[in-house]
Every structure is written in C-alpha cells, then in structure tokens.
Nanobody
Framework: QVQLVESGGGLVQAGGSLRLSCAAS????????MGWFRQAPGKEREFVAT????????YYADSVKGRFTISRDNAKNTVYLQMNSLNPEDTAVYYC????????????????WGQGTQVTVSS
C-alpha cells in the first residue's frame, strides 16, 4: 500500500513558476514509476508527466514539454513537478500517482493516487 500527499499548489500569475511535491508513504516507493496528471474544470483528467523508478526515464505531455520537469528523490520518498512558464491553460487540480508497472501515460497503469492539489494561473 502506498499513500500519496501532494503539496505546493497555489495561485500564480502567467509566466510564473511553481514546484509541486508528492510525498509517499511505504517502503516500496523506489519500486514504482510515478506520474503526474491534472484535471481542469469540466474536462477529463489528463496525463502530464511520468518518471521511472530510477529516474532515468521521463516522459511528458506535448502541452508541457520544455516547461515542466518531473524528478524524484527516492531517499525522501518524494516526487516533484517543477512547472515554469505557466499559463492559464495549466489551471487544474494536479494529482500524483504511483504505478507498479513501468512508465506509462495511461491512468490504468497507476494503482495509487493522491487527493490532488489546486494550481490556478491568472492571466
């Protein structure tokens, strides 16, 4: 069992930056691929970024590529999402997820989910 708690969300102006953190409980955190997803009002949840258990592989949605960076610190049981050059279209609830399988953009590949943290980007 893995429990995930996101933090770091908030209100930021367009062009600004935020860093989200996701703290995981459980001794097997380092075995899981981790992902970030987001859900904007009235829209379905969508993939943002994922990172392999070792951190060696990362993948991003086209909409955030070059602006967002996913990373992890297995010693701290934490995964991060550094978000730069934010725009209003990035406004959403951001969720982290842990998957026992390898890196994937599919929600079905993730077994554990956090409660989400709100990110609001003003224009």
């Amino acid at each position: 069992q893995v429990q995930l708690v996101e933090s770091g969300g908030g209100l930021v102006q367009a062009g600004g930056s935020l860093r989200l953190s996701c703290a995981a409980s459980g001794r097997t955190f380092s075995r899981y691929a981790m992902g970030w997803f987001r859900q904007a009002p009235g829209k379905e949840r969508e993939f943002v970024a994922t990172i392999s258990w070792s951190g060696a592989s990362t993948y991003y949605a086209d909409s955030v590529k070059g602006r967002f960076t996913i990373s992890r610190d297995n010693a701290k049981n934490t995964v991060y999402l550094q978000m730069n050059s934010l725009n209003p279209e990035d406004t959403a609830v951001y969720y982290c997820a842990a998957g026992p399988t390898g890196v994937t953009m599919n929600e079905s590949g993730y077994a554990y989910w956090g409660q989400g943290t709100q990110v609001t980007v003003s224009s």
